[in-house]
T-cell receptor, first 117, second 113 residues
Framework: DTAVSQTPKYLVTQMGNDKSIKCEQN?????MYWYKQDSKKFLKIMFS???????INETVPNRFSPKSPDKAHLNLHINSLELGDSAVYFC????????????????FGPGTRLTVT | EDQVTQSPEALRLQEGESSSLNCSYT??????LFWYRQDPGKGPEFLFT???AGEEKEKERLKATLTKKESFLHITAPKPEDSATYLC??????????????FGKGTKLTVNP
């Protein structure tokens, strides 16, 4: 059973297009995240949701909009794609004992490789 | 400036040759230090969390230790299947009171048979 799944695994699109990446976790966790890993393998947190509420929003262009329809799902929509958006995007989840904030053991999805041409 | 620095960037070992990876951090207000393993084309896999200086954790051939300014991931008698990129991440409190998570750039470990 896949704990954290993402679709699609690969996404090739042209500049200016709008695309979405979906994430689902079946671990019963209350916190989900989006990360971007660039070509140098540097992993940076973008967003964090706890119980469907946004709790972390790092310095990310507002072309990126996360949406959490329920605790098990966190989608990432990207408008007006740019060349610099090319990267691997990872979804992750964790269970936060306090229910708010903090970072704990995270489970990552397999990643979505986005290529913007 | 980098708040989390991992060294070396790459390390080649022969099977059975023990070594250590380093993760040094300059943040204050440490809340936790995490080690992850990442295989090519996959997401990071959690290994350890360390919370305070002096803490140690072990799992199979891996042992993680923490001091006030750095952490070491010791690999004893490594096998080829230990080949991966090892990522260190630090969560810390900012001056504004929020908690941040910062990853290092990783150490790519190759273990030759």
């Amino acid at each position: 059973d896949t704990a954290v799944s993402q679709t699609p695994k690969y996404l090739v699109t042209q500049m200016g297009n709008d695309k979405s990446i979906k994430c689902e976790q079946n671990l019963g966790h209350d916190t989900m995240y989006w990360y971007k890993q660039d070509s140098k393998k540097f992993l940076k947190i973008m967003f964090s949701y706890n119980n469907k509420e946004l709790i972390i929003n790092e310095t990310v262009p507002n072309r990126f909009s996360p949406k959490s329809p329920d605790k098990a799902h966190l989608n990432l929509h990207i408008n007006s794609l740019e060349l610099g958006d090319s990267a691997v995007y990872f979804c992750a989840s964790s269970q936060n004992p306090s229910g708010t904030g903090g970072f704990y053991e995270q489970y990552f999805g397999p990643g979505t490789r986005l290529t913007v041409t | 400036e980098d708040q989390v620095t991992q060294s070396p960037e790459a390390l080649r070992l022969q099977e059975g040759e023990s070594s250590s990876l380093n993760c040094s951090y300059t943040v204050s207000g440490l809340r936790g230090l995490f080690w992850y393993r990442q295989d090519p084309g996959k997401g990071p896999e959690f290994l350890f969390t360390l919370y305070s200086a002096g803490e140690e954790k072990e799992k199979e051939r891996l042992k993680a230790t923490l001091t006030k300014k750095e952490s070491f991931l010791h690999i004893t008698a490594p096998k080829p299947e230990d080949s991966a990129t090892y990522l260190c991440a630090v969560s810390h409190l900012t001056q504004g009171g929020s908690e941040k998570l910062v990853f290092g750039k990783g150490t790519k470990l190759t273990v030759n048979p």
